[in-house]
């Protein structure tokens, strides 16, 4: 069988994390002393499965930031491709100057380990608590542990969105199961 090589053209830097975008789409949800905030993300990645730790990068110029680094806890909460609308809002707007949640047409519903809300229209919500900040002052890189999970048992396979970049999304698709030794 004969290799087929595929013909090249140089791709922008700037556009390199269109490549590599691993995961869905997430809001994260965030609250310090009586101010909440939501905001759209897609940059982060599984570190751990138990305890479950997830990596993610929040910019220092977001309000989130803030109220992560001083909460030190936050909500991940995994929107379906159905809220698409409400998740870009998320993502194009400050939460500074008010109610956000209120502002993209999302509902704050209180958790119960963490002082951040879950947000009510998402299929799942993941709780978590800052575990780890050596490489936030670098590189904006928190290390969160999962303390709570909650999924709608409706949903069985959500379908999320996933960021390819400049206002561009993908879809999630059909599953594929193949062999495993995970269990």
């Not at 977001?62 to 998320?90: D, G, K, T, Y």
């Not at 998402?122 to 800052?130: D, G, Q, S």
């Not at 290390?143 to 959500?158: G, K, M, Q, S, T």
């Amino acid at each position: 069988m004969v290799a087929m090589i595929r013909p090249r053209r140089k791709l922008a830097l700037a556009r390199v994390y269109g490549l590599l975008e691993p995961g869905p789409v997430v809001l994260l949800a965030t609250a310090h002393r009586g101010r909440s905030n939501v905001m759209a993300m897609s940059w982060l990645t599984m570190l751990e499965f138990e305890p479950p730790l997830v990596g993610c990068v929040v910019s220092g110029r977001n309000f989130s930031f803030e109220l992560l680094r001083r909460s030190r806890e936050c909500v991940i909460a995994i929107p379906e491709a159905r809220l698409a609308r409400q998740v870009a809002a998320a993502g194009n707007r400050s939460g500074r100057a008010g109610d956000k949640f209120a502002a993209v047409g999302l509902t704050p519903v209180p958790a119960t380990k963490v002082g951040a809300p879950l947000v009510g229209e998402c299929a799942a919500n993941l709780e978590c608590r800052v575990a780890d900040t050596r490489m936030v002052n670098r590189y904006n890189f928190f290390v969160l542990e999962v303390v709570a999970a909650w999924i709608d048992p409706r949903v069985r396979e959500p379908r999320t969105l996933h960021h390819r970049g400049r206002g561009r999304f993908m879809v999630a698709g059909p599953t594929v199961a193949l062999p495993s030794r995970m269990r």
